[in-house]
């Protein structure tokens, strides 16, 4: 069984595959680095507390290390944050899919009001009054003028600038067969072949960009969260989420959509079980938004030491 597409070159994300880019919105140094000093500013934030940085932490793996992130006024958000390492790789971003560009993706925290909550016109005065960003967005933009799709396209450029770094599993797919130890690479062999994860997860960015149900949904529940589901009203979606890229996966805990999984080894135990699988009470028989267990998701049967060696392969990534 081949490692498919990293196998093709040096497995690096940038020359693995290519990042999406919006029409208009090439890569270009002057407007990445916009994009980054505008990802740190809590100025685009409505209490002028909160930036892009703080929820997406390049010392977390790009996420936050918390189970899910707290926003403006402190209020607890619904999903965990994310990694946006590699998202210029996507072909959906959010746990949902709802945006299917950076430069959409980027101005929904901006204006959620259990995130940033700000207002557009508020931003775009403090960013104007600023002598150096208006040298700035006119150096990246080749034009005076600072506006919303700038700001949008600057944050999405700067995003797409994102991969990880250089690492032992790069090492090892240039050749070096020495950069993964023995347990490493049964751990990537069962990877490959008996845990089944490259159903899932494959390819440079190490995820199919499709969307699962994990059984982690709470129909019903308090902690319900339908996923897909509420983006495109299909009952078929009901309870899917992303599946993420795993490279950097060890760096981007808590783990799944609700970050309610604090170590890697529960993960994979979990997926070792074949997942949860909740069955429909008496009164939700029949109920077609019952989310329905994904068909790939099958009890694994393997050894502890087989699970601790797939663990180990996965904080190479």
């Not at 290390?65 to 006024?73: L, Q, W, Y």
């Not at 700035?136 to 919303?148: E, K, R, S, W």
Request: charged share 25%.
């Amino acid at each position: 069984m081949r490692w498919p597409d990293c196998s093709r070159s040096s497995g690096r994300p940038a020359e693995a595959a290519s990042a999406s880019v919006a029409t208009g919105n090439p890569p270009d140094p002057a407007r990445i680095a916009l994009g980054k000093r505008l990802f740190e500013d809590p100025r685009l934030s409505g209490s002028g507390q909160i930036a892009c940085a703080n929820c997406h932490d390049s010392e977390l793996g790009w996420g936050d290390g918390r189970s899910v992130p707290f926003g403006h006024d402190r209020q607890r958000g619904r999903r965990n944050a994310p990694s946006v390492a590699m998202s210029g790789f996507a072909a959906h971003l959010f746990w949902d899919g709802r945006a299917s560009t950076l430069e959409q993706q980027v101005l929904h925290p901006l204006t959620d009001p259990r995130e940033m909550a700000a207002r557009p016109a508020a931003v775009l005065r403090a960013l104007r009054r600023d002598e150096s960003y208006r040298r700035q967005y006119a150096q990246a933009f080749g034009t005076p003028g600072i506006d919303l799709a700038r700001t949008a396209q600057a944050l999405a450029g700067f995003q797409r600038s994102l991969v990880p770094r250089f690492n032992r599993f790069d090492r090892f797919l240039e050749g070096n067969r020495g950069a993964l130890d023995d347990r490493q690479l049964w751990g990537l062999h069962l990877f490959r072949t008996r845990a089944r994860c490259m159903n899932c997860h494959s390819g440079a960015t190490l995820s199919d960009d499709g969307f699962h149900n994990l059984g982690l949904h709470f129909y019903g529940r308090k902690l319900q969260d339908l996923g897909r589901y509420e983006v495109t009203g299909d009952p078929a979606d009901s309870g899917k989420f992303k599946t993420p890229s795993l490279r950097n996966v060890a760096k981007t805990g808590p783990w799944m959509h609700n970050g309610r999984f604090a170590t890697l080894r529960g993960v994979v135990n979990l997926y070792n079980a074949g997942m949860p699988r909740p069955q429909p009470s008496p009164q939700q028989v029949g109920d077609p938004l019952f989310p329905q267990p994904d068909p790939l998701l099958h009890p694994l049967d393997l050894h502890r030491s087989e699970l601790e060696a797939i663990t180990a392969f996965l904080e190479t990534l």
